[in-house]
T-cell receptor
Framework: AQKITQTQPGMFVQEKEAVTLDCTYD???????LFWYKQPSSGEMIFLIY??????QNATEGRYSLNFQKARKSANLVISASQLGDSAMYFC????????????FGTGTRLLVSP | DADVTQTPRNRITKTGKRIMLECSQT?????MYWYRQDPGLGLRLIYY???????NKGEISDGYSVSRQAQAKFSLSLESAIPNQTALYFC???????????????FGPGTRLTVL
């Protein structure tokens, strides 16, 4: 069975600074995908970034990058140059089985960006 | 217009009532999912469907049923609602794996359900 662990219930960062949100995972699958979603206070789930288990390079999407360390089973999200609008809940998720169609989510990290 | 819509957006009901949450999508995806979100627990999968004739139980299907009326519609029912089913419910869709290198799930706006 797959499991995602996010050990930081809350994180604080000042505007324009970088922040790392931790995510570790457990799976016996050789092929899997890791996802990060953002949930602002309005409630919707917004896809941010994806990393495949066979991808050799860390994924990047604008200010988001995923620090993928396969041997350590970690997939940390790095947000550079934080903005006030980055304040939200962030969820790490793993795609299980072929096609990564069933997502298992972590419990989330609440990020607060201060001016 | 939103690609994944959910109705109602908010619902308050009483214990023992039957309630249906509806999800529609215009993304053309054949795969649809229902999740519930509880504070401190993240999202948990209730049911998923890979096409109209394929329905599968997820992690927490007890007390719920689903209906896939068409490729674009996937409904979640609570036959006899109970207070611990109070939660935020999300519908999501995804494309099959042969349509891209990865398949993120696209979420609807959520339905906030309160069972008194």
């Amino acid at each position: 069975a797959q499991k995602i662990t996010q050990t930081q219930p809350g994180m604080f960062v000042q505007e324009k600074e970088a922040v790392t949100l931790d995510c570790t995972y457990d799976t016996s699958d050789q092929s899997y995908g890791l996802f990060w979603y953002k949930q602002p206070s309005s409630g919707e789930m917004i896809f941010l970034i994806y990393q495949g288990s066979y991808d050799e390079q860390n994924a990047t999407e604008g200010r988001y990058s995923l620090n993928f360390q396969k041997a350590r089973k970690s997939a940390n999200l790095v947000i550079s140059a934080s903005q006030l609008g980055d304040s939200a809940m962030y969820f790490c998720a793993m795609g299980a089985n072929t096609g990564f169609q069933k997502l298992v989510f972590g419990t989330g990290t609440r990020l607060l960006v201060s001016p | 217009d939103a690609d994944v819509t959910q109705t109602p957006r908010n619902r308050i009901t009483k214990t023992g009532k039957r309630i249906m949450l509806e999800c529609s999508q215009t993304k053309g995806h054949d795969r649809m999912y229902w999740y519930r979100q509880d504070p401190g627990l993240g999202l948990r999968l209730i049911y998923y469907s890979f096409d109209v004739k394929d329905i599968n139980k997820g992690e927490i299907s007890d007390g719920y049923s689903v209906s896939r009326q068409a490729q674009a519609k996937f409904s979640l029912s609570l036959e006899s609602a109970i207070p611990n089913q109070t939660a935020l419910y999300f519908c999501a869709t995804s494309a099959p794996p042969d349509r891209g290198p990865y398949n993120e799930q696209f979420f609807g706006p959520g339905t906030r359900l309160t069972v008194l």
